[in-house]
Nanobody, 120 residues
Framework: HVQLVESGGGSVQAGGSLRLSCARSGDINSRVCVGWFRQSPGKEREGVANLLLGPNVPYYASSEGRFTISGDKAKTTVYLQMNYPTVEDSATYYC???????????????WGQGTQVTVS
């Protein structure tokens, strides 16, 4: 069973930076995709970035515009670096995990509780 806990949310000024963390526990030795999603009131949950982790998966980081997703060497924490955020980036940010990487939130089985990001 995979457990996910997000942290690092808070208030940030537009044009600044913020790093979110997603700590995962449980079956950490299997191949897994960790995705970051966000949701604003009245909007659907949308994918921000995703990262494949596991044995025989080389370490890499992936940038999606102003955001970069990466993992630590132990492959137990996945980060979302938010650079130059705008007011439109304000949302609750969630991390999710599943065996494969998807952009659709409905494909993910495991979810964290979310962390709020407010950009002003």
């Amino acid at each position: 069973h995979v457990q996910l806990v997000e942290s690092g949310g808070g208030s940030v000024q537009a044009g600044g930076s913020l790093r979110l963390s997603c700590a995962r526990s449980g079956d950490i030795n299997s191949r897994v995709c960790v995705g970051w999603f966000r949701q604003s009131p009245g909007k659907e949950r949308e994918g921000v970035a995703n990262l494949l982790l596991g044995p025989n998966v080389p370490y890499y980081a992936s940038s999606e515009g102003r955001f970069t997703i990466s993992g630590d060497k132990a492959k137990t924490t996945v980060y979302l670096q938010m650079n130059y955020p705008t007011v439109e980036d304000s949302a609750t940010y969630y991390c999710a995990a599943d065996r494969r990487c998807f952009w659709s939130a409905r494909e993910y089985t495991h979810w964290g509780q979310g962390t709020q990001v407010t950009v002003s």
